[in-house]
């Protein structure tokens, strides 16, 4: 029983660490790269490219990095929760007597990690589009400049 209820201890540990840490380091690396970006953009001066295609992959370097994290944040909070009900089920099924307020308890803590997920996901989408967006205006700035030419 002692060891039991020590490994279930060890999973709620692994599952908030693993899952939450992991969120946590994507919203911090989505952060960075969108304000990355928006720094070089910023700089960016399209009249030392004289190709598209090279400016464009300057504009776009490490954007799928935030569009990725945008796409697979809620699919890891999925997971933290599938574990977290798991853990509940199994922390239920060890005790063999059935506790509403332990079963509500466990599924509110497993499901922070689907809303984490979504909080990570939503602005990692918005920060992306953004910069999508941009780039497309300076891309078209290249264009309108080097139709004059």
Do not use: C
């Not at 490490?62 to 929760?81: Q, W």
């Not at 005790?95 to 499901?111: E, F, N, Q, R």
């Not at 999508?132 to 309108?144: G, N, P, S, T």
């Amino acid at each position: 029983m002692q060891a039991t209820s020590s490994m279930i201890s060890y999973a709620e540990t692994a599952l908030d660490w693993g899952v939450m840490g992991t969120l946590g380091l994507m919203s911090v690396v989505t952060l960075w790269l969108f304000i990355e970006r928006m720094m070089f953009f910023k700089s960016v001066r399209i009249e030392d490219y004289k190709h598209r295609d090279d400016l464009e992959m300057d504009l776009t370097d490490n954007i799928g990095i935030i569009s990725m994290i945008g796409s697979n944040a809620p699919y890891i909070g999925l997971l933290g929760t599938v574990v977290g009900i798991m853990i509940t089920f199994y922390s239920l099924g060890d005790i063999g007597t059935v506790d509403a307020k332990k079963i509500m308890m466990g599924l509110a803590l497993a499901l922070k990690a689907t809303a984490t997920g979504l909080v990570v996901a939503m602005p990692a989408i918005v920060a992306y589009t953004i910069v999508l967006r941009k780039v497309e205006r300076i891309l078209a700035k290249f264009d309108v400049a080097h139709e004059e030419v």
